[in-house]
């Protein structure tokens, strides 16, 4: 087995006397698809929130390409080829849809050079412009962030975090708030990133989880309850317990 | 603001790129008029060094969208050390610029220091808090800040210009020479807003969290356009010290925090014109309409009200965000 690219040993988070996450042990090999799922409470935004740094894990430890994550604040997250979507959509929405992804890009130059004209770094606007046209956007680069429409703002912040090129790119809830058929669009665009990218998603809609992940990871109450293929996460006895049997499809 | 985006799209570029494109030249164009249609030359530089004052001010709040509430402390720092080192040290004159500026930077990034981890209404009144503190040193510490009686006893009569000599107590040179180092800052200010920098601080404005998300260093690129603002606001110190000839130590008070936060919101906060043009009305008002009541703050209030509640573009900003409607 070769080194995974993401290993998290023993992870725990508390909120004063509140375990939101405790002993969380998973490690995610390259160019898969894993969805993290459970009920609302169960961890899961908590969970992101530590392997994207927003959140310093209470205990255990994470490894990024054999590197310790201790004590790493969170825009280094980035820079190491980390890089996320939010559940509620997070963009900058009164800049330009282009300036939004060209900013994202800027982050990786390692100086602000006051004494150089931002119009002039011309590589940004190609790089912001392919990660457009991958998400389907390069269309709307000149319209206002603000102004798109739901779906469109979804795969924009999809396009922010792509830019930089990242390893591992998790998306919370990438469909929340679409509908059917922005949902297919997106399925059709994560799918197409799977084929290079590592990818971390939290979702609710079971059919799209399981048509698209190669393997699911069930939170409940801040504990990993079940690991496994999407056949074996359907028939384990627990998970349909706690969260399928409860509502079917959708939680 | 971004020209990048808009070079890409095939339509003629509207009237505030084209604006924004020379507007250095423009407000240094616009500025050099100013004695000539102002009723005195002391108005004038005034609204020089208020609107200087504001546009250090606008980089924090109108483009980092840090509201401070302190901003007097550099601006009265910048005087007060400039103030010092000639009266007291016998200075030379750019020689005590340099100290101004410097010290009000310095203190800038120690204020930003403690004060950029809080945000929204924590981070003003840290701020304002600070300040204040600087101003009850300035006010005890009277053997070399004169106190309440402000500092005096530092007056300018000459400046030698690389061999050329003005008179500083004729008040159109003195304008036009204290509109050189103002034209000098806004060229600063443009060079910054202009730079990737200039992207970075107006992402954090729009979405800190994300701009974290995206890699950048969020506390640090707000210290550092803390500690420019702070620089920018140190210089309008210096130059009103050498303008009035004392400092009084209200410049320190947050009436002066107060006045400058007005004058950006009623010119337009995030537009390089703005504060310009907001120091100009708000001193404007002041001068006319104190002709006729002792009581003029009632008047610029209440105009202040009117614009926070119906314009809160400001003057600069409606009329360019109505010029792009039309």
Not at chain 1, 72 to 99: D, K
């Amino acid at each position: 087995m070769s080194t995974p690219l993401l290993a998290v040993e023993n992870i725990g988070r508390r909120f004063g006397g509140f375990v939101a996450l405790e002993g969380v042990s998973a490690s995610f090999e390259p160019n898969r698809v894993t969805a993290v799922i459970g009920p609302n409470g169960a961890g899961k935004s908590t969970f992101f929130n530590v392997l994207s740094g927003v959140l310093p894990p209470s205990t255990g430890t994470m490894r990024f390409k054999g590197r310790d994550l201790a004590g790493t604040p969170q825009h280094r997250f980035a820079h190491l080829g980390i890089a996320r979507s939010y559940q509620i959509t997070n963009i900058f929405p009164e800049l330009s849809v282009h300036e939004n992804v060209r900013i994202a890009a800027q982050a990786f130059r390692s100086r602000y050079e006051i004494w150089r004209d931002r119009a002039t770094l011309t590589e940004l606007d190609d790089k912001a412009a392919a990660a457009l046209a991958a998400v389907g956007l390069a269309h709307r680069g000149s319209a206002t962030a603000k102004f798109l429409a739901h779906g469109q703002q979804r795969a924009l912040e999809i396009a922010i975090a792509l830019v930089t090129d990242p390893e591992l790119l998790l998306l919370d809830e990438p469909t929340a708030g679409m509908g059917p058929e922005e949902t297919k669009e997106m399925v059709a665009l994560i799918e197409k990133l799977a084929a290079e990218r590592t990818i971390l998603l939290v979702e609710h809609k079971m059919k799209m989880i399981l048509g698209l992940s190669d393997r699911i990871l069930v939170l409940h109450h801040g504990r990993l309850i079940a690991d496994g293929s999407p056949q074996q996460i359907q028939s384990d006895p627990e998970v349909r317990r706690v969260y399928l049997g409860q509502n079917d499809g959708y939680a | 603001m971004t020209l990048s985006a808009q070079s890409l799209d095939a339509a003629p570029r509207p009237l505030r790129a084209r604006l924004a494109a020379r507007r250095v030249p423009l407000s240094i164009l616009a500025l050099s008029l100013l004695p000539w249609i102002l009723p005195s030359e002391a108005l004038a530089v005034n609204v020089l060094v208020y609107g200087l004052v504001a546009v250090g001010y606008n980089l924090l709040f109108g483009y980092t969208g840090l509201l401070s509430f302190g901003h007097a402390a550099f601006f009265g720092t910048g005087a007060y050390v400039t103030g010092i080192a000639i009266g007291r040290f016998d200075a030379p004159l750019f020689a005590a610029l340099a100290f101004g500026v410097a010290a009000g930077g310095a203190l800038a990034f120690v204020i930003g220091l403690l004060s950029i981890r809080t945000r929204g209404i924590y981070f003003s009144m840290v701020t304002l808090a600070l300040s204040q503190l600087v101003y009850y040193i300035a006010l005890q510490a009277s053997s070399w800040t004169g106190g309440e009686n402000g500092l005096r006893g530092f007056t300018v009569s000459e400046l030698n210009l690389f061999g050329w000599t003005v008179d500083f107590l004729d008040p159109v040179e003195k304008y036009y020479v204290i509109m050189a180092f103002t034209a000098a800052a806004l060229w600063f200010v443009s060079r910054i807003l202009n730079s990737p920098f200039g992207s970075v601080i107006e992402a954090i404005r729009e979405n800190e969290t994300r701009a974290r998300a995206c890699g950048y260093d969020v506390e640090r690129t707000k210290l550092i356009s803390f500690t420019l603002s702070g620089l920018i606001c140190a210089l309008a110190g210096t130059l009103f010290a050498l303008h009035l000839a004392i400092v009084p130590l209200d410049i320190l008070h947050y009436h002066t925090s107060g006045m400058i936060v007005m004058m950006t919101l009623l010119g337009g906060a995030g537009s390089f014109f703005g504060p310009f043009v907001g120091a100009f009305a708000f001193l404007l008002m002041e001068d006319v309409v104190s002709l006729w009541t002792p009581h003029w703050q009632i008047v610029v209030g209440s105009v202040f009200i009117l614009f926070v509640l119906f314009l809160p573009k400001g003057i600069w900003g409606t009329l360019m965000a109505w010029r792009a409607g039309r």
